[in-house]
């Protein structure tokens, strides 16, 4: 153990490292769409924000040095797209999850487009916090090494538990999500509710796209999102509508996902591509397991339209 | 107070409309009508579906502009923009769907109504001012449980408490009594005809039950449509002098009287049990017969597991368990069984559980035999003027009013789509005819006519299973009366010796 080596003990901590590094997007994403969908609406495009807040967090993060300009540039540039999104599902007879793929494409191809020259220079990138300072293992240490960003979205996961039961928002939410009549007959537009809570969920997403190209990979390129914003939309469904469990389901995703390169590290080589899959093989299984043909979905907002 | 802002000068107002008109496009909805509401009054306003009723009270509440008209607010003409000017003069309504968020807990309800939700909750105070007015009250709801859990009437007392809760002094209640069983009705309105006597509030109820009419209300006002057909004390009026003002001149369809016995065992259920959608037990292992030539009605509060015992007879739900036998044959809800037994369905919403809306109204009176012959050479080729011909007989026999037998079923109202499943289901000899509330929210005519048809089918030797939320018309069409609480069969009586007291027990659990 001398040379640092700790065999198996390193496939564990890969995928703690993993489950805190690689589930951020996945985190912010997942609780973005969380508010969406809690208001009645689906925003598929979230996919195409992240991978522009990705962008824009990058060049902003290279045009001003700072990267935190970057990771708000990011969530504004969310936000915008939330709102692009939720102005056209205004629209009457409009279909948000059409809607949602035309942005998700719109959107990545906007960001590729203006990316390009972004390609080759390098931005500064956010800092971590050591967390493993005590350890000598330097697996350890890097997995320990713990991104702001992840801290904020653990602690935003409760705050929107609680926000979601205690304040005007978010029971104006909530109702918006439940019933449009209820809404409509208190004298509230349901249109605006749902503006709004687009809107947040894009600037969440468009964080989480920051977190993509400024810590974890750290660069910006076309392969930078290998679909993480179409699968947090997913987690959510998976998590039932709930922050708390969106944030278990976003470790868990990241852990799973690490789970392929850490096998690598330690000589496992067959079965590579197979357990990258393992994210994907662990949703499918939950699904089946918890889904039933002859119920409907428990916890779902009664005004979404998959729902309804 | 539990409302912020300062409170409207307490006590009763009345409200008067005067020469309202409103027009859609077209349709005259409204034509000079007048409403006059007196201050600590009951004011009933009868009328058919179609007749102006709910576009009359929401001229009032601001969710329509009146194309011509005023409206008086105590002693002063107002012009209510929208729904919130009328809440600021002390306008409330109760609708007839639900506007609680079913996913919500009541308190959560009661404090999201008002005008001014604070920014943050706090809730342990909250739950103590709504308990402090809870104790005012006159009804009590389950503050803590969530409104999906809590029966239809406890909800209807919650709608009714929001509106006290944020001091409405003026309400209209849009049918209110439709989902509760008699004796909860005559509670509610009871408590609410005391509010009303003690000059608290004054009451504009929309209903077609003449009994509640006669029971609570001072005053009423019949509309006929969109025109004021008549109004006065319910003191000097009969039930039958208020029938003809809403009716007018139109002939009803006359019931065929009660003829022939109850023959052998048509329909046979057998421990059937049923889930919801959320997966919970809907109908608990129930057993029931149904005869050749015999209506049996099934009572109940909606909600009780009627709809999914319907689903399992319609086949648009998998039975769990027990079985379901068909003149001694198992039943799967095929389509050969249901031919070969010549079944017949009338389910509720017929536009969403008996027609596809966009097709015609031809498709969709040829859907049980359009592959067949006449309609279809060698099973798959079509012939459309067969079905048109076959359409054109049966929208004359049935009064099918449509303008072609071409037209997208959804454009008809509601009494002419259940018109034209009434002409599918029924042609030919019925042997089984399960029927689920089929005069829901429809006019006099086509209640006649429905009722009517459903009787010739019985006279005519079908065994028919009658699931109704409306105990007045299983009393009048039943043979046989079932009350079904909680997805258990809990009460049995032939309909001629039921006790309406009995009855309404039962359907309310006790």
Known sequence: ?308 | MIIGETPPPAGAFGVNAIAMTMRFGDFLALDNVELKVRPGSFHALLGENGAGKSTLVKCIMGYYHATEGDIIVGDREQAIANPKDAHALGLGMVYQHFTLVPAMTVAENLVLARDDVPAVVNWSKEMKELEAFLARMPFKVPLGARVSDISAGERQKCEILKQLYLKRRFLILDEPTSVLTPAEADEVLGMLRDMVVKGELTILMITHKFREVMAFADEVTILRRGKLAGAGKVAELTPDAMARTMIGAEELTVQPPRTGEAGKARLQLKKVRALDDAGAVAVHDVSLTVRAGEIVGIAGVSGNGQRQLVEVLAGQREAESGEVRVAGDPYHASRDEMRRHRMSLLPEEPLKNACVGGMSVADNIAFREFDRAPFASGGWWLNRGAFRDDAKEKIGQYKIKTRTPDTPISALSGGNVQRAVLARELAGDVEVLIAANPCFGLDFAAVAQIHAEIMAARNRGAAVLLVSEDLDELLELSDRLVVMFHGEFVYEARTSEADLTVVGRHMAGH
């Open chain 1, 1 to 308: 153990m001398a040379d640092g080596s700790i065999g198996l003990w390193t496939v564990p901590l890969a995928v703690l490292g993993g489950a805190i590094r690689v589930s951020t997007p996945f985190l912010f994403v997942s609780l973005g769409e969380c508010i969406t969908e809690r208001s009645g609406r689906i925003n598929l495009g979230l996919e195409g924000t992240l991978v522009m807040g990705a962008m824009s967090a990058y060049g902003i993060s290279y045009l001003t040095g700072s990267p935190w300009l970057g990771v708000l540039a990011a969530g504004i540039t969310g936000a915008l797209l939330g709102a692009l999104h939720a102005g056209i599902c205004s629209l009457p007879r409009v279909n948000d999850v059409a809607v949602g793929i035309a942005l998700m494409l719109f959107g990545t191809g906007l960001a590729f487009y203006l990316g390009k020259p972004l390609i080759e220079p390098t931005a500064p990138r956010l800092s971590a916090i050591d967390f493993g300072w005590w350890s000598d293992i330097p697996q350890l240490r890097a997995a320990l090494r713990v991104n702001v960003l992840f801290l904020i979205g653990v602690a935003l996961a409760p705050i929107l538990y609680w926000a979601f039961r205690t304040t005007r928002w978010g029971l104006l939410i909530r109702t918006a999500g439940e019933s449009s009549d209820a809404a409509r007959a208190m004298g509230h537009s349901v249109l605006l509710i749902r503006l709004r809570a687009t809107m947040v969920g894009g600037f969440l997403a468009g964080i989480g796209g920051s977190f993509l190209s400024l810590f974890y990979p750290g660069s910006w390129n076309e392969g930078l999102s290998s679909g993480q914003g179409i699968t947090a939309v997913a987690l959510v469904i998976f998590a039932r509508w709930d922050p708390l469990l969106c944030l278990w389901a976003s470790l868990a995703f990241g852990g799973a996902a690490a789970l392929g390169p850490a096998l690598q590290s330690v000589g496992v080589t067959s079965g590579y591509h197979l357990f990258n899959a393992a994210p994907y093989i662990l949703t499918l299984a939950i699904m089946i397991i918890t889904c039933s043909p002859k119920r409907t979905l428990t916890g779902a907002p009664a005004e979404l339209s998959i729902t309804r």
